[in-house]
Each structure stands twice: as structure tokens, then as C-alpha cells.
């Protein structure tokens, strides 16, 4: 398997709701990453999980709540979310970042109502 | 802190070549990524080049020049799929395994 899942591929909730983000990974990668993507504008850092730690936050709200259960299973909670959080949200794994890249889920779409 | 510096957009006709540059300001560099992002998809790996010199895959390659602090990708035979955004991306010492995706190039082919 050398795929990433990201499910749900949509998701559309309310600024009350609370919804979570899963990502799955079975290529026994030792880094599992969250991104935000606006429309045309790059993917921008948001959590870094190293051997199941989290070791980089990038000062991300706190209504963004990452969770790594085990090594293949990547989850980002949502709570309060507001308007300007509607992006494509994606998670990559990695073994060596450099040489062999990230491997990118395909992303959730998200809409805050 | 890290920065990185590409074109915006780029245009070029079926089977020509272009070349995208990024130049990139980080602490402890260890190497220059590109990767390819078409529209409603995510981002995939194309290359990496840790040492000075070209790497080719196919009609791909990517040069590095570290003393310069800068790269590029060049891209042969364009076809029309090659249409999508660019982006180069830097690991460095900040970072650690994260990589910090530069602002991305549109690239355009026509027929």
C-alpha cells in the first residue's frame, strides 16, 4: 500500500459543529504531517508527528486539535471553527522528506458555514 | 526563519522547455524538493537534489546550486498535462522533517 487516505474527501460544517479529519497511512512512515491549503497559495505547516510526538505546532489556533493514536492513524479535531478556516486540509507521511518526498493524501475540503 | 522565491506563472506551447527557478534563504539547509500540484489534486514528488549538480528523471530535471541558493526545474517535451502549479520546498534545521513549500508557479501549456 503506498497510498495516504484522507476521509471525508468533503466536509461542510457549521461554526458550532464539532468534526474530525482522519488520515491513514500503512508504509510504516515515521513523520505524519498536516497542511492547510488556500486556493492558490501553497500548502502551509500546520502539526508534525514524529514516532507518534507531536514535535512542531506552528502556533496553529487552538480549535485545531491533532491526535496521532498510533503510527498509521493521523486525526485532526475540529471545534469552532470559523469562515476564513474553509481550505483543503491535507496530511502526508514520510520516511526520509528528502529523498523519497512526501507521500500527500488527497486532501479534505473543508466549508465552514 | 526560511523564505523561498519563484515566478508566479509561466507559459509555454506543447513540446517546448521551460525552466522555473527558486532561489531560498533557510538555516542548515539540507536540500531542495519540488513538487507538482494539479488543480483539485494534492501535491506530488518530483524531485530532490541535496548536492550541487542536475538530477534528470524522464523529462524532468532539477539542478542545485547551494553556494548560490538557488535551484530549478526544467521540464522537456512539455505536454499539455504539465499543466498545474510548481512548488519548490526546504527541509532545514527549524523545520525538521517539515518541509516549507515556496508560493508556487502556475505553469500554462498550449497547443
Known amino acids: 500500500d503506498t497510498e495516504v487516505t484522507q476521509t471525508p474527501k468533503h466536509l461542510v460544517m457549521g461554526m458550532t459543529n464539532k468534526k474530525s479529519l482522519k488520515c491513514e497511512q500503512h508504509m510504516g512512515h515515521r513523520a505524519m504531517y498536516w497542511y492547510k491549503q488556500k486556493a492558490k497559495k501553497p500548502p502551509e505547516l500546520m502539526f508534525v508527528?514524529?514516532?507518534?510526538?507531536?514535535?512542531i505546532n506552528e502556533s496553529v489556533p487552538s480549535r485545531f486539535s491533532p491526535e496521532c493514536p498510533n503510527s498509521s492513524l493521523l486525526n485532526l479535531h475540529l471545534h469552532a471553527l470559523q469562515p476564513e478556516d474553509s481550505a483543503l486540509y491535507l496530511c502526508a507521511s514520510s520516511q526520509d522528506p528528502g529523498k523519497d518526498g512526501y507521500t500527500f493524501g488527497s486532501g479534505t475540503r473543508l466549508t465552514v458555514v | 526563519g526560511q523564505s523561498l522565491e519563484q515566478p508566479s506563472e509561466v507559459t509555454a506551447v506543447e513540446g517546448a522547455i521551460v525552466q522555473i527557478n527558486c532561489t531560498y534563504q533557510?538555516?542548515?539547509?539540507?536540500?531542495l524538493s519540488w513538487y507538482q500540484q494539479h488543480d483539485g489534486g494534492a501535491p506530488t514528488f518530483l524531485s530532490y537534489n541535496a548536492l550541487d549538480g542536475l538530477e534528470e528523471t524522464g523529462r524532468f530535471s532539477s539542478f542545485l546550486s547551494r553556494s548560490d541558493s538557488y535551484g530549478y526545474l526544467l521540464l522537456q517535451e512539455l505536454q499539455m498535462k504539465d499543466s498545474a502549479s510548481y512548488f519548490c520546498a526546504v527541509r532545514d534545521e527549524q523545520a525538521g522533517t517539515a518541509l516549507i513549500f515556496g508560493k508556487g508557479t502556475t505553469l500554462s501549456v498550449s497547443s
Open positions: 533557510t538555516s542548515g539547509f539540507y536540500g
Open positions: 508527528y514524529s514516532y507518534e510526538k507531536l514535535s
